[in-house]
């Protein structure tokens, strides 16, 4: 499709809702491609030959690589026309995982998985900010939310599916599987995404004055606490359910894919209240973020009562996801690309450090303990999202 698509152009309803499901679907593929490899580590780590340890490693040089480089790599490639550069990008994924899955060492699957570590946050950035361009300003947070639902589809339905694909057709299988379905995506963005208005070229010492507003940095930081408090907690979430509420090591994986289930009407609420006021839309969702997860303990006897605090839990913390991609990108004067990125690299930061605190937490004050130092973190952000609400420029 040829069709040029500005902010505020009467496009057809249906045509902006087909390419905003395409980019979910590419995300979906995308991050399945991310945390897929946390599945596969006993298999892979047999079959090469290396500890679980050493293969765990892949997961690290995944995150780290995603945070250290996406800034950069997104200022530098942000003037690219969006279409052809998401092509590129299934494409550059396409090829990563077809040589993972022939990868005859560590090394090369260790570079299989850097080179796609340094184009995901340069999607997540251009994405989002290109679904507001497609439907105009008015909806561009519900539009980011449904891009966003590609996130919790992987989490929820992405690595469980590709876990037992891996157990029917093996590891390297499954990066066949995942390299055929970036090239669909791929096609499918050839064929029915729309030419968006090229974005005009800014020189990085321009994009980088974001950095000197002090509204958009106190944005950025409050990225960094929601998900710090969002992962204190969800990082040990399954062994808080296994040792504290006594659920069967066999039922886990069932919970937790009920807390994403969930989770996806927190999308869906996300995407509506971040347009009206992100930095409300942020306190709140911390609000019941930490209502979830300090209740989630004391109501661990009941299985019914554990559920329901979990369901609060779960929503808020899906929710979160988009409303800090939003919020930050409003807050941006411009290079929203940019912007974007740096919120993706501030959530991969509070990801390590929730997991962090959590660790040092547990062995302290123990894993009961966890729900309420993630509620204080919680606390922080509902204090600091109010304090930049003065930042705002008039």
């Known amino acids: 499709m040829s069709s ?25 593929v995308i991050v399945t491609t991310e945390y897929l490899i946390v599945g596969l580590l006993p298999a892979l ?39 052809r550069l998401f092509i590129a990008i299934l494409l550059i994924f396409a090829a990563s995982n077809a040589l993972a899955a022939i990868a005859p060492n560590v090394w090369v699957l260790a570079v299989a998985r850097f080179i796609p570590a340094l184009v995901l946050p340069v999607f997540w950035g251009t994405a989002s900010e290109t679904a507001g361009q497609i439907v105009g300003p008015q909806r561009a947070g519900r539009a980011v939310s449904q891009v966003y639902l590609g996130i919790s589809a992987a989490l929820l339905f992405g690595i469980p599916l590709g876990t037992l694909a891996s157990d029917a057709v093996g590891w390297r299988g499954t990066f066949w599987i995942l390299a055929g379905l970036s090239l669909v995506m791929a096609l499918a963005l050839a064929v029915f995404m729309p030419t968006v208005a090229l974005p005009r070229r800014l020189r990085l010492a321009e994009q980088a004055r974001i950095l000197k507003d002090p509204y958009f940095a106190g944005n950025v930081v409050l990225s960094v606490v929601v998900f710090t408090a969002m992962f204190t907690a969800y990082t040990y979430l399954a062994d808080t359910l296994e040792r504290v509420a006594g659920v069967a090591p066999a039922h ?53 009562l554990l559920g329901m605090a979990l369901s609060v839990w779960g929503i808020a913390y899906t929710a979160l996801f988009p409303i800090c991609q939003v919020r930050v990108m409003k807050s941006a004067s411009h290079a929203q690309a940019l912007a974007g990125t740096l919120n993706v690299s501030a959530a991969n930061a509070g990801t390590g450090f929730g997991a962090i605190i959590g660790g040092l937490v547990i062995p302290r004050w123990g894993l009961e303990s966890i729900g309420y130092v993630a509620t204080g973190i919680a606390a922080v952000a509902i204090l600091l999202a109010t304090w930049i609400s003065r930042l705002r420029p008039r």
């Open 4 to 28: 040029l698509a500005a902010p505020g152009d009467a496009a057809p309803a249906s045509r902006d809702s087909l390419s905003i499901a395409i980019l979910a679907v590419a995300a979906f």
């Open 45 to 83: 780590a047999r079959d090469l030959e290396i500890s679980i340890s050493a293969a765990g490693q892949l997961v690290t040089l995944f995150a780290f690589t995603v945070m250290l480089f996406g800034p950069l790599l997104t200022a530098m490639l942000s003037h690219l026309e969006r279409k």
């Open 252 to 304: 886990v994986g069932w919970w937790l894919m009920g807390f994403g289930a969930v989770g996806l009407i927190g999308n869906w609420l996300g995407g509506r209240f971040v347009d009206r006021s992100p930095l409300t839309a942020t306190a709140a969702f911390s609000l019941l973020l930490g209502v979830g997860m300090a209740a989630s303990v004391p109501l661990a006897g009941s299985f019914v």
